[in-house]
């Protein structure tokens, strides 16, 4: 089983720097895409930023240039570093793992992090 454990979220004045970091646990052979999603009360989960395994980045137009995502493939894990932080990007933030491979014979699975609370004060 293949669990995605998130830490980093907490409460930051706006300006300031919150970093998330994101692990993959569990006998993994490969993921293709790693990413951060928020969710804000009453609004739909929304992508932030993807990684590839080969490293290209996606990254939601509202925070370029202030979010910065990356990955270690050798530990399955993925970070977030946020910057120049504002109040509306306050959301719960939820790690995702895509086409995620236990083996070379098994189906690609994705898989959720529980998500972490990330509250920027104006």
Same mark, same amino acid.
């Given at each position: 089983?293949?669990?995605?454990?998130?830490?980093? $979220?907490?409460?930051? %004045? @706006?300006? #300031?720097?919150? *970093?998330?970091?994101? !692990?993959?646990?569990?006998?993994?052979?490969?993921? &293709?895409?790693? $990413?951060?999603?928020? %969710? @804000?009360? #009453?609004?739909? *989960?929304?992508?932030? !930023?993807?990684?590839?395994?080969?490293?290209?980045? &996606?990254?939601?137009?509202?925070?370029?240039?202030?979010?910065?995502?990356? *990955?270690?493939?050798?530990?399955?894990?993925?970070?977030?570093?946020?910057?120049?932080?504002?109040?509306?990007?306050?959301?719960?933030?939820?790690?995702?793992?895509?086409?995620?491979?236990?083996?070379?014979?098994?189906?690609?699975?994705?898989?959720?992090?529980?998500?972490?609370?990330?509250?920027?004060?104006?």
């Amino acid at each position: 089983q293949v669990q995605l454990v998130e830490s980093g $979220g907490g409460l930051v %004045q @706006a300006g #300031g720097s919150l *970093r998330l970091s994101c !692990a993959a646990s569990g006998l993994i052979l490969s993921i &293709n895409r790693m $990413g951060w999603y928020r %969710q @804000a009360p #009453g609004k739909q *989960r929304e992508l932030v !930023a993807v990684i590839t395994s080969g490293g290209r980045t &996606n990254y939601a137009d509202s925070v370029k240039g202030r979010f910065t995502i990356s *990955r270690d493939n050798a530990k399955n894990t993925v970070n977030l570093q946020m910057n120049s932080l504002k109040p509306e990007d306050t959301a719960v933030y939820y790690c995702r793992a895509d086409d995620v491979r236990l083996s070379p014979w098994s189906s690609p699975t994705d898989y959720w992090g529980q998500g972490t609370q990330v509250t920027v004060s104006s």
